[in-house]
């Protein structure tokens, strides 16, 4: 149980388009959804929170405008990296957390983005 | 502020070796403290959920523990497959955020 998935898995765009990345929980509702970016060798950055039919809640520093989080249902997160830029290049991780309260995260497999 | 530090950095063993991992904690109002397992590339795989001092859980090879300040994460008689970052964190208060150690690099040599 608790399993989350993400697709693509990696994904190589040129600098200046957008992509998205959806976020999936397959056998729960999650409530709450959460992305994080982790560079090389180090830990996870949370970078956004976002509840099912609300506006997501962006950590200090993320950019709003380039790193859109939609969470339009209890089982699917979407991030759009806008105008994407090499600087951008990262992996990318989303979580969720169960409907029923507990306060564990459950994570995707991740999605490794490079742009050129 | 939350804060968790995690020991040591980078742990290797031998297989059949068994040994500790420790991750210190400060938070205000302790809503869980969680271990997942992190192999390269792949995003952090769920191990344990800890709740109160005196917890404890066991799965395979692994036992976690917790105290006020501190949990261990116990390995008894690893293999090499047990090798990964082993990331422990914490969320406190009345959000749902997790603060996460760095994490400990544990290599199991065969």
């Known amino acids: 149980g608790a399993v989350v998935s993400q697709h693509p898995s990696r994904v190589i765009c040129k600098s200046g388009t957008s992509v998205k990345i959806e976020c999936r929980s397959l056998?729960?509702?999650?409530?709450?959804m959460f992305w994080y970016r982790q560079f090389p060798k180090q830990s996870l950055m949370l970078m956004a929170t976002?509840?099912?039919?609300?506006?997501?809640?962006?950590e200090q520093g993320v950019e709003k405008d380039k790193f859109l989080i939609n969470h339009a249902s209890l089982t699917l997160s979407t991030l759009t990296v806008t105008s994407a830029h090499p600087e951008d290049s990262s992996f990318y991780i989303c979580?969720?957390?169960?409907?029923?309260?507990?306060?564990?995260?459950?994570f995707g497999p991740g999605t490794r983005l490079l742009v050129l | 502020e939350d804060q968790v530090t995690q020991s040591p950095e980078a742990l290797r063993l031998q297989e059949g070796e068994s040994s500790s991992l420790n991750c210190s904690y400060t938070?205000?109002?302790?809503?869980?403290l969680f271990w997942y397992r992190q192999d390269p590339g792949k995003g952090p795989e769920f191990l344990f959920t800890l709740y109160s001092a005196g917890e404890e859980k066991e799965k395979e090879r692994l036992k976690a523990t917790l105290t006020k300040k501190e949990s261990f994460l116990h390995i008894t008689a690893p293999k090499p497959e047990d090798s990964a970052t082993y990331l422990c964190a914490v969320t406190g208060g009345s959000n749902y955020k997790l603060t996460f150690g760095k994490g400990t690099l544990l290599t199991v040599n065969p």
């Open positions: 979580s969720a957390r169960s409907f029923l309260a507990d306060w564990t995260q459950y």
């Open positions: 056998d729960f509702q999650a409530t709450t």
């Open positions: 938070v205000s109002g302790l809503r869980g």
């Open positions: 976002s509840n099912e039919g609300s506006k997501a809640t962006y």
